[in-house]
């Protein structure tokens, strides 16, 4: 199993309530046996330290158009702010933040100006099984 879920630093407080609710769904699920694997998003009021980001996934255009229809959904919001706006800046803010070390930005002509980029902590949650001994 994926979840995906704000990060509990997140300082809108409907998505730190989020996180909260989805850690102890999690924490239930892995004292079953689950072991889902966790993906922890950014958005416009927390960004993952460098040291925390560890899952990039690069996004083309349809993609990044996909998700500012589905953020575009919630009229209630977007009639106040165009917070599909704001996602694509930040797919175009974290392709700049990792150009170089992870995104061909050190050649001229390596980093292509239209890269989008999705930042993740992924962390596989659940108990600890014990190992197999020899």
């Not at 699920?29 to 009021?45: D, K």
């Amino acid at each position: 199993s994926w979840i995906f879920a704000p990060a509990r630093a997140d300082a809108h407080p409907t998505h730190r309530l989020c996180r909260i609710t989805v850690d102890e769904a999690v924490a239930a699920y892995a004292r079953t046996g689950g072991s889902p694997i966790l993906f922890t998003m950014e958005g416009p009021w927390h960004q993952l330290t460098r040291r925390e980001a560890n899952t990039l996934i690069r996004i083309d255009a349809g993609a990044s158009g996909e998700k500012a229809h589905a953020v575009s959904a919630h009229a209630s919001q977007m009639e106040r702010v165009p917070f599909h706006r704001g996602a694509e800046a930040l797919e175009s803010l974290r392709a700049i933040t990792f150009s170089e070390s992870h995104l061909g930005g050190r050649t001229t002509g390596g980093f292509p100006a239209d890269t989008r980029l999705e930042v993740f902590a992924r962390a596989r949650v659940g108990v600890e099984r014990p190992r197999p001994t020899d």
